[in-house]
Structures are given as structure tokens and as C-alpha cells.
């Protein structure tokens, strides 16, 4: 007899994604919601049943839903090829087994590099961040709240990003001897042609900057020109969730990848591994394609709360699952090193001007 396939949380994520396609409401919302969820439940649903534990642990499954994945489990259908729109998400369960096989891959990494605060549409204040990036023994963080142009997420003007620098010169007293330094940075929106909604002055203060697109992402046209644009805008050290893409939502945009991050390697910028679980921006297919290129990388959780920060094992396993080498990896320089290189990276530009 041949052996019955166990569904992994990933296949009874797409199950659920399916399955919401042909659903009314409100069992169509719950379905959707159920199958982004899929990516984070801490452990295999198909163990669950084998313990005889009920589904109903798991976050977004009542009983309906819960009743749906036994009957898959059980009775495994068959799963057609997965749309691009959900292609290369890491289940949690995935990022840890891939983490496990490399155990000082993960406890290497010493920073994170994109999280939000109150200042702008994050749910904790600095220093809450900075606490719980000391209880992950990190070395630094880098705040970035979004910027004034991106209204929506309560992006913040240059007056706020100088109060902000007040309050994290506080913060960092009061850390200093717990060995973290928060670093001053901004999620800065750039429009399609690659240009700041900032003043430079402003922007010139931060310890590093995190340039995001977040307008025109669902064109289907090549979006090369505005990727290195953005580059070789001075003022940016990172890209940060380069495609845009979000879960069964978004595809994001699409690039001849090769040339962008030979770019970035020209100019020893960053591209970023955006840990928030439906974002997974890049992926590892892309990922594999910026090794090819040398360019740096960026881990960064895109935290908006405390509890996020545990998003660093997609970015990490991300990384480790492509093949990046150690020293390609922004978050595992020391803070003297990822300060020099992040002025480095200034000088250069104003020595190309
Ligand atoms: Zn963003």
C-alpha cells in the first residue's frame, strides 16, 4: 500500500486559501484568515491530531474550520500547483526545521534591522522594543517608522523624526549598560521614481535608512528602472520589501532581478529579507539570485509590537535556505561595523556625485 502523504501546515494553508475562493461570508473571511494564520501555528496540525488534541489551539480554527483540516488530514486531497501569489511563504514550522539544522546560524544574528513604534503605526514604544530586543540578546535595533508621506501608516515628518532622536538618546542611556543601542533609521517612502518624501537634512541625522515602495505594486509591468532608481537614491542604504508582495493579496512587482541586485552589489547596498510572515519579501528564489550578485542583505522583521520580533526565524531561515554567506549579512556585523559601513556607503555616493 502506498504510504499516505501528511499534510504539512503549508498544504492546509493553500487547502484553506481554496477553499475561501468558493465560500460566502463569513466563512469566506475566516477561511483566508485561517490560512495566513496557517504560516505562524507553532506546530504541525497533522501532530496535533496524532496527540488527539483539538485543532481549536490553533489560532483562527473554531470548530468549522477545525473540522475542514481533520477531514484533510484523514482523508488527504489532492493539492493543485500553487498560484504565484502564494508561492515561497515559510510555514514557522519550516524556518525552525531549517534553523535546526545550522544552530548557531540564528543566535548569530545580532540585530534586527525594521521594526515600528507608536511614533508611527507600531503598538509599543521604544524602549518596550528595546527591552524585548535585550531578552533576544541583540546588540541593536534600528527604528523605523514610516515617513510623512505614507499617511495611511502615520508616517511622521522631520519636526517628529528629531523628537523621536530625543526620546532614543533616553532610551539608550538607560539601555547602554544592557549592551543594546538603538539606532536611529526610517522606513522612508519613495515614490515609483526612486525619490524621498524627506528632507535631506532630516534624513542625513539617521544612522541608516530604509527605503520602501508602497505605491503602483500591482502593475504588471518591469519595474527596473524605479529598483534602481531607488539604489542609487543617496540617501537609501537598504531596500526594504523589495517586491511588495503580500500573501494571497499582492504578487508585487517584477524586475530583472540579476541587474537590480548587481546594482546594489555595485554600490554595497542592502536588499532586505522583510520577516513579517505574509510578507516573506524576498523570497528564497529571488534570494538565491542576489547571492549570484554579492550585494548585501538585510534581516528585518517589520515588527509592529513586541511579540513580532520573533519574525527574525523567516528572515534568518530565509537566508540560510538560499545559501548567503556569513559576511553578506548586515545583522551579523558587529554595531562598529554596520555603523562604518553605513557611512561608507554615504561617502561613496558623495564621492560618484
Ligand atoms: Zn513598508
Known sequence: MPRRKILANSDIAELLAIESESAKMPAKKALRSASRRAFMWPEEAADLLRQGRSLTELQSVGPY??????????????????????KQFLTITEAEAALSRKPDWLPSVRGDLQMHTTWS???????????????????????????????????????????????????????RHKGLTVLRSAELNINPSGQEDMEADALAELDLVLGCFHSSLRTKEDQTPR???????????????????????????????????????????????????????????????????????????????????????????????????????????????????????????????
Open 65 to 86: 474550520i477545525g473540522n475542514l483540516i481533520r477531514r484533510w488530514l484523514e482523508d488527504p486531497p489532492a493539492i493543485p500547483p500553487r498560484p504565484a501569489i502564494r
Open 121 to 175: 503605526d507600531g503598538d509599543a514604544s521604544i524602549a518596550d522594543m528595546a527591552e524585548a530586543a535585550v531578552a533576544r540578546r541583540y546588540e541593536y535595533i534600528a527604528i523605523t517608522d514610516h515617513t510623512k508621506g505614507l499617511k495611511i501608516a502615520g508616517g511622521i515628518n522631520e519636526e517628529q523624526l528629531r523628537q523621536q532622536a530625543r526620546e532614543i538618546d533616553e532610551v539608550n542611556d538607560g539601555f
Open 227 to 353: 529598483y534602481l532608481a531607488a539604489l542609487r537614491n543617496p540617501h537609501i542604504h537598504i531596500l526594504g520589501h523589495p517586491r511588495g508582495r503580500v500573501y494571497n493579496y499582492r504578487l508585487g512587482l517584477s524586475a530583472d532581478w540579476p541587474r537590480v541586485f548587481d546594482e546594489a552589489a555595485n554600490l554595497d547596498k542592502a536588499v532586505e529579507i522583510d520577516g513579517y510572515p505574509d510578507r516573506q519579501d524576498l523570497n528564497v528564489d529571488l534570494l538565491k539570485i542576489a547571492k549570484r550578485s554579492g550585494c548585501r542583505i538585510s534581516l528585518g522583521t517589520d515588527s509592529h509590537g513586541k511579540e513580532q520580533l520573533r519574525f527574525m526565524e523567516y528572515s534568518a531561515a530565509a537566508a540560510l535556505i538560499a545559501g548567503i554567506p556569513r559576511d553578506r549579512i548586515l545583522n551579523f556585523l558587529s554595531r562598529e561595523e554596520l555603523l562604518n559601513w553605513a557611512t561608507g556607503v554615504r561617502e561613496n555616493k558623495l564621492r560618484a556625485a
